[in-house]
């Protein structure tokens, strides 16, 4: 009932849309969900690919399980390209294209090797979407005079991640 006065409303008053990451200007950001997301991407393939290389790997429960893991694994690929689009599109302004400027083309690989994790379940185009975040991870970084550092993530996949060297 409420909805259908709001859409009343909206269609009468021509209210116009927003979106935006948050409603005001928070200037937290950080890569590190679009890292962790990378990270469980290529997680997810390795156990679908543990699943595959099962002997009798025909249950149900072993489908289900191929489900949730696709499932997660598109999540997090989702995830990834929205991290990454709202650094770059509420965080990146002249200064920081500047100092990068190539950075949307950086974004745009992102996004792209984001699709490709969506469309398969080979581990090299994880491992090229990792190396791409951190990449942009190590921009933004720099973008905030914070210096970078590489070292093995301590969960499974094991594999380099650019940190901020904090404090």
């Known amino acids: ?3 259908s006065l709001v859409k009343l409303a909206d269609k009468t008053f021509g209210f116009e849309g927003a979106d935006a990451h948050c409603d005001i200007p928070c200037k937290v950001y950080d890569p590190a969900i679009a890292q962790i997301a990378a990270l469980s991407i290529i997680r997810f393939m390795d156990l679908i690919q543990e699943l595959a290389d099962r002997a009798n790997n025909n249950s149900i429960a072993d489908h289900a399980q191929l489900v949730r893991l696709v499932v ?62 951190n990449e942009f991870a190590a921009a933004f970084w ?9 070292a093995e993530c301590p969960y499974p996949p094991g594999m380099k991640v650019v940190y901020p060297k904090l404090g």
């Open 1 to 3: 009932m409420l909805h």
């Open 72 to 133: 997660a694994k598109e999540a997090e690929a989702a995830k990834v390209k929205e991290e990454v689009r709202v650094i770059w599109g509420d965080y990146f302004k002249a200064p920081q294209f500047e100092q990068f400027p190539k950075a949307s083309e950086l974004v745009h690989n992102i996004m792209l090797a984001a699709s490709a994790c969506k469309q398969g379940i080979e581990r090299e185009k994880g491992e090229k979407l990792l190396a791409l975040v």
């Open 142 to 150: 720099t973008t905030k005079n914070v210096a970078t550092f590489e």
